[in-house]
């Protein structure tokens, strides 16, 4: 019996979005089901090296199959201009539930992105208004482009708007999607005003004010993923419909982890969770909700969801690389 070591071409080949997209919504509706183990985040913290270390484990059994692993992950802000490194990289650890056998070794990078977007597509799909063309987007980094491509799955989308402080990300983003939508840089409240709205920055002071917005956009909050981060002015996020993705992880290292240590915000300004929405516990958007705002951590269990898809259809598509890890000789 072989592991199979899956690199990030073998992850994105084999994770299609609408593959993706299925089993991220089956996986937030198990954990609200009580099927599924995922304990909290872990961080190592380097200030030394300007970085962190983060593993994220999770066991989730859906409604047909079930399955395990860890993602071990960084952040190292330095490493493109220090290191030729990308910021963030990321192993994934696959595993059989029942015997423990590592299945696969694979690229947590491309994974995360996929799942990352599958997330926000999940969100929007539920909050966002029926009849969505439009998308902005507020940072033009790696995650930009997985948020589009995941979101006009779920919705009809026509016009992109994206917007960066970096002019040459900003036209990456555009020659890459040019022929598929109708693509433009923007100001932030441009972006805002579309009808779907993702941000994936790091910073730590708000971007994107009430003024910014129109006055039913859905908010994905998908920068925040460490105290001290924050996207989305507090007055954004009282006045919104706000659904969070955990309660523990939000709170601590999610879009809204500095309005509530800081008390301005607190568990009655929050809506619910998103697996409350899509187990059908909670109301997705209603004809009374203006602006809706998902806050996502990203969770050890979307990790495992997506690790499930690629592993699936590696194997039936012969794709990765066989080793005998544990040297068992067969």
């Not at 409350?276 to 809706?292: F, K, L, N, Y």
Request: with cysteine; proline share 5%; charged share 25%.
């Amino acid at each position: 019996m072989h592991t199979l070591l899956l690199g990030s071409d073998d992850v994105d080949e084999n994770a299609q979005m609408p593959d993706v997209i299925g089993a991220v919504e089956d996986a937030f509706a198990a954990y609200e089901h009580g099927n599924a183990q995922m304990p909290a985040k872990s961080y190592i913290d380097l200030p030394q090296y300007n970085g962190d270390f983060r593993s994220m484990p999770a066991y989730l059994n859906a409604e047909s199959w079930d399955a395990a692993g860890i993602k071990w992950v960084n952040v190292h802000p330095d490493n493109p201009d220090d290191h030729d490194l990308p910021t963030v990289m990321g192993t994934m650890i696959y595993s059989d539930p029942e015997t423990a056998f590592p299945l696969a070794i694979m690229d947590g990078t491309e994974l995360t992105m996929k799942r990352t977007g599958a997330a926000a597509a999940v969100a929007t799909d539920y909050l966002a208004v029926e009849d969505a063309t439009s998308l902005g987007i507020v940072g033009a980094g790696v995650q930009s482009y997985t948020q589009l491509d995941a979101i006009a799955e779920v919705r009809p989308i026509e016009e992109v708007v994206v917007s960066d402080v970096r002019d040459e990300a900003v036209e990456r983003f555009i020659d890459r999607y040019d022929d598929e939508f109708d693509v433009r840089g923007g100001s932030i409240s441009e972006a805002g005003h579309c009808d779907v709205l993702s941000t994936v920055t790091p910073v730590e002071d708000p971007l994107v004010s009430a003024d910014d917005l129109g006055e039913h956009t859905h908010i994905n909050a998908m920068g925040a993923d460490a105290e001290g981060k924050h996207e989305i002015a507090d007055e954004v996020l009282l006045a919104a419909k706000l659904v969070i993705d955990d309660y523990k992880q939000c709170t601590h290292s999610g879009e809204i982890n500095v309005p509530w240590h800081e008390g301005v915000l607190d568990d009655d300004d929050i809506d619910g969770e998103i697996g409350q929405i899509v187990a059908g516990e909670r109301p997705g958007r209603t004809d009374d909700d203006g602006v809706t705002v998902f806050d996502s951590t990203g969770l050890a269990i979307q990790d495992v969801a997506t690790a499930h898809v690629v592993f699936e259809h590696a194997d039936e598509n012969d794709n990765g690389t066989p080793f005998d890890l544990l040297g068992l000789g067969n």
